[in-house]
């Protein structure tokens, strides 16, 4: 089965430290996504990956993946209380079918 | 969250009685996921459909989970008898088409407390 995973398991930063969330694959990967749950609540989309060496970022936060489709790191610039979460890494890939598997999670603190 | 919708948003059930979660996917998706959160830990596959097809349900209980897609109506995932350990977010997902590709869009959960 497909097996992502992330770390570090938790972070503590404080405001306005940049930080990276990395998450590895076992296999190749078709698609890496990311999602961030705020506690108690539902996941939101961030970014999805499928290139090789594709970056893509969304205001203060980069995604990238690397040349070999098999590890993903999620970058924080400058980080404030709002990006404090659960950040989920989230991949498939034709050999799992249609499964759409999830990393471990990395909770994130941001202490103002 | 571009749409996926689910109800109840919070559930508590006493233990033996049937829970019944609905999903209603992003207008034009076809392809809808459920997934299990349980305390403390990540988010389980459990089952995926498309409309009137369940396509891979290797996630499933054996017992007592169902899940369905209608022609017309949102996603039910069933689950009867329920114990305490069925406490857990229940997410549901939906994509275009499959999952290679298509980015999967998520709905904000239903919590399930077995009392």
């Known amino acids: 089965s497909q097996e992502l995973e992330q770390s570090p398991q938790s972070l503590i930063v404080q405001e306005g430290k940049n930080l990276t969330i990395n998450c590895t694959s076992s296999?190749?990967?078709?698609?890496l996504y990311w999602y961030k749950q705020k506690y108690g609540e539902g996941l939101i989309f961030l970014m999805m990956?499928?290139?090789?060496?594709e970056e893509k970022s969304h205001e203060k936060i980069t995604a990238k993946l690397d040349e070999k489709k098999q590890q993903s790191s999620l970058h924080i610039t400058a980080s404030q209380p709002s990006h404090a979460g659960i950040y989920l890494c989230?991949?498939?890939?034709?050999?799992?079918?249609?499964?759409?598997?999830f990393g471990t999670g990395t909770s994130l603190t941001v202490i103002p | 969250n571009a749409g996926v919708m689910q109800n109840p948003r919070h559930l508590v059930r006493r233990r033996g009685q049937e829970a019944r979660l609905r999903c209603s996917p992003v207008?034009?998706?076809?392809?809808v996921y459920w997934y299990r959160q349980l305390p403390e830990e990540g988010l389980k596959f459990m089952v995926y459909?498309?409309?009137?097809?369940?396509?891979?349900e290797s996630g499933m209980p054996k017992e007592r989970f169902s899940a369905e897609f209608p022609k017309e109506g949102p996603s039910i995932l069933r689950i009867q008898q329920v114990v305490r350990g069925d406490s857990a977010a229940y997410f549901c997902?939906?994509?275009?088409?499959?999952?290679?590709?298509?980015?999967?869009?998520f709905g904000e959960g239903s919590w399930l407390t077995v009392v």
């Open positions: 997902a939906s994509s275009r088409g499959t999952a290679s590709g298509n980015t999967i869009y």
């Open positions: 296999k190749t990967l078709y698609g």
């Open positions: 990956l499928q290139k090789g060496g």
């Open positions: 989230g991949a498939d890939s034709p050999l799992t079918g249609n499964q759409f598997y």
């Open positions: 207008k034009g998706h076809s392809h």
């Open positions: 459909l498309q409309k009137e097809n369940i396509i891979d």
